[in-house]
T-cell receptor
């Protein structure tokens, strides 16, 4: 595997289900991100992890719970979601998050989530 | 708060017809302006990073430029395979790692 991978690619879940999204980066990066992409809206940052420590939680509802067990893996645990949570969830990674550099973010293919 | 506005929302070109996409931004302490390409059903693909006004970068038929208030993505003699959504994002100096994205420009190149 190369780059950033995400599983599953598609997920349909009911409002009472619990599911998890998985992301893995094969780039040797130290920072990982979750973004939400809804139709007709810009990408929205949800969470930032640097060296497995959460450094930003962008006012995301508690029904989304991230987990970063190591610098290569990132999870997004989902529970009691609403239909408006249906979107493309993108994972990204970057070399770092410091202010001295641009630190390009590299994205995975995304998980298309539908909440019924 | 950092803001990014892209125009036009959609652009249709004939193959070989050159044009430009615009990205206007306001940011506190620019740490980088990024261009990405996104194909349907896929994640954004990194194209360029620009750091300071006057900087330019090129890749095949694409050239990105930066001023203090906006960035342009120039497409020279486009081909149908250049059809995609082009996203612009900025990183300010106030939040670690956070990129603020525009809504994107949907480019369609007809043969």
């Amino acid at each position: 595997e190369t780059g950033v991978t995400q599983t599953p690619r598609h997920l349909v879940m009911g409002m009472t289900n619990k599911k998890s999204l998985k992301c893995e980066q094969h780039l040797g990066h130290n920072a990982m991100y979750w973004y939400k992409q809804s139709a007709k809206k810009p990408l929205e940052l949800m969470f930032v992890y640097s060296l497995e420590e959460r450094v930003e939680n962008n006012s995301v509802p508690s029904r989304f719970s991230p987990e970063c067990p190591n610098s290569s893996h990132l999870f997004l645990h989902l529970h009691t979601l609403q239909p408006e949570d249906s979107a493309l969830y993108l994972c990204a990674s970057s070399q770092g998050i410091g202010t001295s550099g641009g630190y390009e973010q590299y994205f995975g293919p995304g998980t298309r989530l539908t909440v019924t | 708060e950092d803001q990014v506005t892209q125009s036009p929302e959609a652009l249709r070109l004939q193959e070989g017809e050159s044009s430009s996409l615009n990205c206007s931004y306001t940011v506190s302490g620019l740490r980088g302006l990024f261009w990405y390409r996104q194909d349907p059903g896929k994640g954004p693909e990194f194209l360029f990073t620009l750091y300071s006004a006057g900087e330019e970068k090129e890749k095949e038929r694409l050239k990105a430029t930066l001023t203090k208030k906006e960035s342009f993505l120039h497409i020279t003699a486009p081909k149908p395979e250049d059809s995609a959504t082009y996203l612009c994002a900025v990183r300010g100096g106030t939040s670690y790692g956070k990129l603020t994205f525009g809504q994107g420009t949907i480019l369609t190149v007809h043969p």
